[in-house]
């Protein structure tokens, strides 16, 4: 079951615009004479009150799309989430997401683009998703659109090296690591590829690309948080 994310910043938020309204109203019941009292009563009603709304409105929006209810909220993303949930899967999508460092969040911390302008380029692309979505794959059942599903360019191995440094002894001491080293940093070969680690969601992968009828198991150890 999905939880939205709710935090007392949203409580704020819908209290405000609550109140806004209020005073919206009754000026326009009782259209009381506009004196100083009334006109600092109009200034919060249809200008502090509602840009406090909005400020808040717009953070916690942004808040919310970081989490699993947010990026399951699509049908054609069911299997994925419930992958990346389930305690038994061996796919990187839930190995990650049993791990405090991702949780709830571990769709946006893989997804989202690292850098200077990451966050918003992030929320930019999610834009685009969105659009794919209400103006094609809504239309979809799951076997029409896990065909056509497909990562929009190939994913960064940055994104991997964001926590795996690829400097920390546990990593270097793996063969296949050092032998690769400059390829993966230069995104040459991929950590996730059949490979290596193995995609993220083989399910999603055509059978053909994946050993074994569509499963992937990985040539190398599972991710380790210490040391890399």
């Known amino acids: 079951m999905l939880h939205m994310h709710v935090s007392p910043l949203s409580w704020i938020a819908f209290t405000c615009a609550i109140v806004a309204a209020a005073i919206m109203i009754y000026y326009l019941v009782y259209r009381p004479p506009l004196d100083a009292r009334v006109k600092a009563l109009m200034m919060l009603g249809i200008g502090i009150l509602p840009i406090v709304t909005a400020m808040i409105g717009n953070m916690e929006g942004l808040a919310a799309t970081e989490h699993h209810a947010f990026c ?104 296949d690591h050092n032998g690769l080293l400059e390829d993966m940093r230069t995104g040459e070969t991929s950590c996730v590829s059949a490979g290596c680690h193995g995609y993220a969601h083989p399910f999603s992968k055509p059978e053909e690309e994946t050993p074994s009828g569509g499963e992937v198991h990985s040539a190398l150890p599972a991710p380790s948080w210490e040391g890399t």
Not at 80 to 87: E, G, I, M, S, V
Not at 119 to 134: D, E, S
């Open 72 to 175: 399951g909220s699509c049908h054609t993303m069911d299997m994925h989430l419930a992958d990346a949930n389930d305690p038994d899967s061996e796919s990187l999508a839930a190995i990650h997401s049993r791990t405090t460092k991702f949780g709830d969040k571990s769709c946006y911390v893989c997804h989202k683009d690292y850098g200077m302008f990451g966050y918003a380029m992030t929320k930019l692309g999610g834009m685009g998703h969105v659009y794919k979505f209400l103006t094609e794959y809504m239309w979809y059942d799951m076997e029409e659109a896990l065909p056509k599903i497909h990562i929009a360019r190939p994913f960064k191995n940055d994104n991997c090296m964001q926590c795996h440094s690829t400097t920390g002894k546990i990593w270097n001491d793996v063969a």
